[in-house]
């Protein structure tokens, strides 16, 4: 069997893929206005980063403050195998768990204690972190009972039809669609590109993690081609999505990104693997659709029980 070859990835694969992790239900025709590609260019380029392995499918990222809980992030160095890290998802309130080139692994985790979470990791995976952070959420809405009917379905198929999800949940079309805009408007969800391994000989696609005070635009304007994809506080991280035409430009940047004021760390991150906990996810959406079913029927049985009031007669004169 002849060995895959790795496309080339450009500057339009770069925004392309910096689109996909921005909304990837957007259609073919939206993501081609937004590149400047027509809409079969933008399949072929979808096609050929699938082929590569670089573009690995999709998944849903919820904001763990739907739920109540805390979005941490917790690393470890080298070196684990993918069996460690399917066997992370396990552990508990793990989200997500990324297999890194170098053989290191991070985990998301939604703990309500966040010392203890770390704590509990630290025994469950029999290694102590290198580092772990904190995302502060600023979303402040609540879901409805459809809003998490519509979430269970979309966790297994992040890219389905709306006349599918409409199926899954028994749902019309139009309140599909009417939620789902409302989902993604109040960023309590993003459906995002899941990606692999994105070193290429024609170009070279990366994330780095940045620490210190820095801001995004002072790191970008080193960085050239940059995207923000995460931040965290205590301490505070910068997680972002760059290319760079070769490994030569890559050392270079990250070499005067070290020199910026502010900046105390520069990390390059490879994802070799990217693995979603969705039966942990399911679980916690689906105690929130069952607590939501027993509300409604709660409130149901009080507007059908008649009242004493009602219940009395009136002499009749």
Known sequence: MPARVRPTVDSKDFRLLAELNEDARQSLHALGRRVALSAPAVRER?????????LQGYWVSIDPAVFGREDLLVSFAAEWTRADAVRALDAPDVSWAAWKVDGGLTVQAWPHDVKKEVTTLTRFLGREPTWHGVSRSGWTGKLSGLDWRILDALIDDPLAPIDALGDATGLSPKTVRKHLAELASSEAIWVVARLGFLNDAGGLV??????????????????????LIHE??????TYIFCRADSLGELTARTHALRKLPGVTS??????REFLVGTKFQHALVRERIEAAERSRGRRIRGTTRTSPAARTSTPAK
């Open 206 to 227: 990366y994330h780095l993690v940045v620490a210190g005070s820095a801001p995004f635009p002072e790191l970008r304007r080193t960085l050239g081609e940059a995207v």
């Open 46 to 54: 979808l096609r050929r980063l699938e082929a590569g392995g670089i």
């Open 266 to 271: 520069v990390e390059v991150t490879l994802n």
């Open 232 to 237: 965290t506080g205590e301490p505070r991280r």
